[in-house]
């Protein structure tokens, strides 16, 4: 049974680089029916896409993100991370990742069908 | 960016009743939907995927439909466990965009 979890820093300060990492258990990262995302919640707030990745490598994030947002896979591990460079206040958030399965093949398009727990992530000074 | 809209932002429900949420879709995005519960201290949990298929161990009182632009989730008789907030998000194209969210709580 494939099993996600989270883990990163808890507590930062702004204008720090967040490195979160999911260490994927019960099946291998690299299977192209498969991608994955990074999903972000603020607290009260709803889900935020962060970004995915495909088995192709190819690696897709959200626009206002973008350019802070770095997406890789470890397969050696077994592991996904994310790293978000220069944090605000703003990015203080309950983040996810997740496996999403394709609805069609050599596409983009799916949804997140397993989960991590989620790991709270707090941005102050 | 697709925005994606639901209405109503909340509703107040009792035990077995019927529960309807609407997602739109500020452009085609056909069928490629999905539905989310999520609550509170826990991941969310895919319900639907392609608008209306039913993931696997949801329980037959869910039910999704729409494609285009209009979509909806209908929660036939609604049980304790489904208070929640429920989200759709499109899969179109990037990027991935969630509704605002639907919370269903208890009347």
């Known amino acids: 049974q494939l099993q996600l979890q989270e883990s990163g820093p808890g507590l930062m300060k702004p204008s720090e680089t967040l490195s979160l990492t999911c260490n994927v258990s019960g099946d291998s990262i690299i299977n192209r029916n498969y991608f994955w995302g990074w999903i972000r919640q603020p607290l009260g707030k709803g889900l935020e896409w962060v970004g995915s990745?495909?088995?192709?490598?190819?690696?897709y994030s959200n626009p206002p993100l973008r350019s802070r947002v770095t997406i890789s896979v470890d397969t050696s591990k077994n592991q996904l991370s994310l790293k978000l460079s220069s944090v605000t206040a703003a990015d203080t958030a309950v983040y996810y990742c997740?496996?999403?399965?394709?609805?069609?093949?050599?596409?983009?398009?799916?949804?997140?069908?397993?989960w991590g727990q989620g790991t709270l992530v707090t941005v102050s000074s | 960016d697709i925005q994606m809209t639901q209405s109503p932002s909340s509703v107040s429900a009792s035990v077995g009743d019927r529960v309807t949420i609407t997602c739109r879709a500020s452009r085609d995005i056909r069928s490629y939907l999905a539905w989310y519960q999520k609550k509170p201290g826990e991941a969310p949990k895919l319900l639907i995927s392609s608008a209306s298929t039913l993931q696997s161990g949801v329980p037959s009182r869910f039910s999704g439909s729409g494609s285009g632009t209009d979509f909806t989730l209908t929660i036939s008789s609604l049980q304790p466990e489904d208070f929640a907030t429920y989200y759709c998000q499109q899969a179109d194209s990037f990027p991935f965009t969630f509704g605002p969210g639907t919370k269903v709580d208890i009347k």
């Open positions: 990745m495909y088995y192709s490598g190819n690696t």
């Open positions: 997740a496996r999403g399965s394709r609805w069609e093949v050599s596409t983009i398009r799916g949804a997140f069908d397993v």
